[in-house]
């Protein structure tokens, strides 16, 4: 079946822009999840989604990003006014199921990401 | 504070050989499942391997096994009979009931032909 997709691959905008990214999780799944992942660096959680919960939105770096879910399936993830520091690549997962305390159905599979630079 | 150590940056192996990707992790979670993803040059994320805290055996997926040594808070990734398309990024992960994944900074593994 279809991967986690993600859209753009790539985007270059200007510092003070806002930019939008779109995350298509795997059919079926309940969880979806933010990373971000700086040039030569581990993920960095942003924020998570599971069903119809508030998001925990803990990883979230300052109030210029936010996140939403639309009817359970694509997220957007929007950072406002962008600065350099914001520039990563940004990945989307999907689970199962979130919340079982470290079950298999917490296997996240990840979308390609989509590659920021903030010029 | 939970956390998963990754501590050797970079590793050489030969093809055909077997190598072994520490980690060791920290929680006081009962229940967490720990995992690790291959990140090749394209960027993607692959998951390759899962482990329960509860599980008693091992896990193993074909080329991949799990050393899990839960005293020690160790999860070892032992890559048998390496090829050249191992080479990449090794990261480890741990979830727990908060559902996130929190990752190690990861090992860059090249095979060596």
């Known amino acids: 079946g279809a991967g986690v997709s993600q859209s753009p691959s790539n985007k270059v905008t200007e510092k003070g822009k806002d930019v939008e990214l779109r995350c298509d999780p795997i059919?079926?799944?309940?969880?979806l999840y933010w990373y971000r992942q700086s040039l030569g660096q581990g993920l960095e959680f942003l924020i998570y989604?599971?069903?119809?919960?508030?998001?925990?939105k803990s990883g979230l770096p300052s109030d210029r990003f936010s996140a939403e879910r639309t009817g359970g399936s694509v997220s957007t993830l929007t950072i406002q006014r962008t600065q350099q520091e914001d520039s990563a690549v940004y990945l989307c997962?999907?689970?199962?199921?979130?919340?079982?305390?470290?079950?298999?159905?917490?296997?996240?599979?990840f979308g390609p990401g989509t590659r920021l630079l903030v010029l | 504070a939970q956390k998963i150590t990754q501590t050797q940056p970079g590793m050489f192996v030969q093809e055909k050989e077997a190598v072994t990707l520490d980690c060791t992790y920290d929680?006081?979670?009962?229940?967490?499942?720990l995992f690790w993803y291959k990140q090749p040059s394209s960027g993607e994320m692959i998951f390759l391997i899962y482990?329960?805290?509860?599980?008693?055996q091992n896990a193993t997926e074909g080329r991949y096994s799990l050393n899990f040594q839960k005293a020690r808070k160790s999860a070892n990734l032992v890559i048998s009979a390496s090829q050249l398309g191992d080479s990449a990024m090794y990261f480890c992960?741990?979830?727990?009931?908060?559902?996130?994944?929190?990752f190690g900074q990861g090992t860059e593994l090249s095979v060596k032909p």
């Open positions: 929680t006081s979670d009962p229940s967490y499942g």
């Open positions: 059919s079926g799944h309940t969880a």
């Open positions: 989604f599971q069903g119809n919960s508030a998001p925990d």
């Open positions: 997962a999907s689970s199962q199921q979130s919340g079982l305390a470290g079950g298999p159905g917490e296997t996240q599979y």
């Open positions: 482990q329960g805290s509860y599980d008693q």
């Open positions: 992960a741990m979830s727990n009931q908060g559902g996130k994944l929190i």
